[in-house]
């Protein structure tokens, strides 16, 4: 049970203006494929390509955070957590600006692979911080807080890319100039915190050596695999499917992905009630059975309104899986070099939203979209059984 002191703590940090600023930042790290993705129909036939090829947009922006990020969260140890995210924000909102003026294709890959590199150190220094600045419980809680908060920008960002999607395909592109701000406010407002008094000898090997640890392989593989599932097999078809089937437009895309945003923002927020209820081995695999629930509910639509139902059954996945799985990660990672740790993590997301447009995208074009979301419940389901007897023996 907590005690009236941790509920004090709690209740004082979130009076604590840098939680706030991590809140922001944390807002920003999903602006990039949220907001856009209503606009994919559009900027298909406005570019003349496949849908299949429209994947390129999220994979270009994904890619280069598999390399950038645990460089990042190297230099977040060793200098500070402020110093790198100042100019990585700065990056993300000018190039992501940019990207609405891109005039081809090919311009508008590259703005995105610049952007993708600002954007590289924000999901994984906000968790960071977070493990810097609680323990215990209280990061349990502090944790679900976040997920939450992101719940509430994946929920907003699809409706409002969808509401500036039927003004152009450019507007949603120029949602990325609020960095801008958020970048002075942490310049100026968030405090440094403390750095490692004993910093890790050789931090490369140190950091790669979390490859050696069977738990750490477990939660980084789930990472990948969990946005194999959410950016591949359902957020980047689940448009072309609604716009196929039903004609759906893109305000009507956005709104089911903000009902799916929100009810992963609703189960995040109750995250502490719920871990008091469930082990986390419980609620890893839980999520991954309601992922796979979603998919296959999805194949049996029968109208657009319906897919409220697999889009609340996938935010709910989200809501139960993110906070359980960065909190594992955080209360394993070593001190000296925390940032560096949690940015393989980060890493292994990224790989997950590169590798899932890609691989989806194979079998849209050899097999239809139906099979993009039965092997996506295949892949899910699967998992979730792996989840749930591995983590059984370890907990033995």
């Known amino acids: 049970m907590t005690s009236d002191i941790e509920k004090e703590e709690l209740s004082n940090a979130l009076k604590d203006e840098n939680l706030y600023i991590v809140f922001a930042v944390t807002l920003l790290s999903v602006l990039g494929v949220a907001s856009v993705t209503p606009a994919f129909p559009q900027i298909a036939i406005f570019f003349n390509i496949s849908p299949a090829k429209t994947g390129l947009i999220v994979s270009a922006f994904t890619i280069p955070g598999i390399i950038a990020t645990p460089l990042l969260g190297l230099l977040a140890d060793t200098y500070g957590r402020k110093k790198i995210l100042v100019p990585c924000l700065l990056l993300f909102?000018?190039?992501?600006?940019?990207?609405?003026?891109?005039?081809t294709f090919?311009?508008?890959?590259?703005?995105?692979?610049?952007?993708?590199?600002?954007?590289?150190?924000?999901?994984?220094?906000?968790?960071?911080?977070?493990?810097?600045?609680?323990?215990?419980?209280?990061?349990?809680?502090?944790?679900g807080y976040?997920?939450?908060i992101l719940g509430v920008g994946t929920a907003t960002y699809p409706a409002l890319g969808g509401l500036l999607s039927m003004l152009g395909w450019r507007y949603p592109f120029l949602l990325p100039i609020?960095?801008?701000?958020?970048?002075?406010?942490?310049?100026?407002?968030?405090?440094?915190?403390?750095l490692p008094k004993h910093k890790a000898d050789q931090p490369f090997r140190k950091?790669?050596?979390?490859?050696?640890?069977?738990?750490?392989?477990?939660?980084?593989?789930?990472?990948?695999?969990?946005?194999?599932?959410?950016?591949?097999?359902?957020?980047?078809?689940?448009?072309?499917?609604?716009?196929?089937?039903?004609q759906a437009t893109a305000l009507q895309i956005g709104l089911?992905?903000?009902?799916?945003?929100?009810?992963?923002?609703?189960?995040?927020f109750n995250t502490k009630n719920i871990s008091k209820m469930l082990s986390e081995r419980i609620r890893l695999s839980l999520a991954f059975v309601l992922y796979c629930l979603a998919l296959i509910i999805a194949l049996y639509l029968p109208n657009c309104l319906s897919a409220l139902i697999p889009a609340g059954l996938m935010g709910a996945a989200q809501g139960l899986n993110m906070p359980t799985l960065m909190t594992m990660i955080t209360n394993i990672a070593p001190e000296e070099n925390r940032a560096a740790f949690i940015s393989l993590n980060s890493?292994?997301?990224?790989?997950?939203?590169?590798?899932?447009p890609f691989l989806m995208g194979g079998i849209y074009s050899l097999l239809g979209i139906n099979c993009v979301f039965s092997s996506g419940a295949i892949l899910a389901g699967t998992m979730s059984a792996v989840l749930y007897f591995v983590l059984k023996s370890k907990s033995k």
């Open 256 to 268: 089911i992905s903000a009902f799916m945003s929100l009810s992963s923002a609703i189960v995040a």
């Open 178 to 194: 609020a960095a801008i701000p958020v970048a002075l406010w942490v310049m100026l407002r968030l405090k440094q915190t403390d």
């Open 207 to 246: 950091m790669f050596q979390a490859f050696s640890n069977p738990m750490a392989i477990l939660l980084f593989s789930t990472s990948t695999i969990t946005f194999i599932i959410f950016y591949g097999a359902f957020l980047t078809f689940l448009p072309f499917y609604l716009n196929s089937n039903f």
């Open 347 to 356: 890493m292994s997301l990224r790989l997950g939203q590169t590798i899932g």
């Open 106 to 143: 090919n311009e508008l890959l590259f703005m995105r692979v610049l952007q993708g590199m600002g954007a590289s150190a924000l999901n994984s220094l906000n968790i960071t911080i977070i493990g810097d600045l609680y323990q215990k419980r209280l990061r349990t809680e502090a944790m």
């Open 93 to 103: 909102g000018l190039s992501g600006v940019m990207c609405a003026f891109s005039r």
């Open 146 to 148: 976040n997920s939450s």
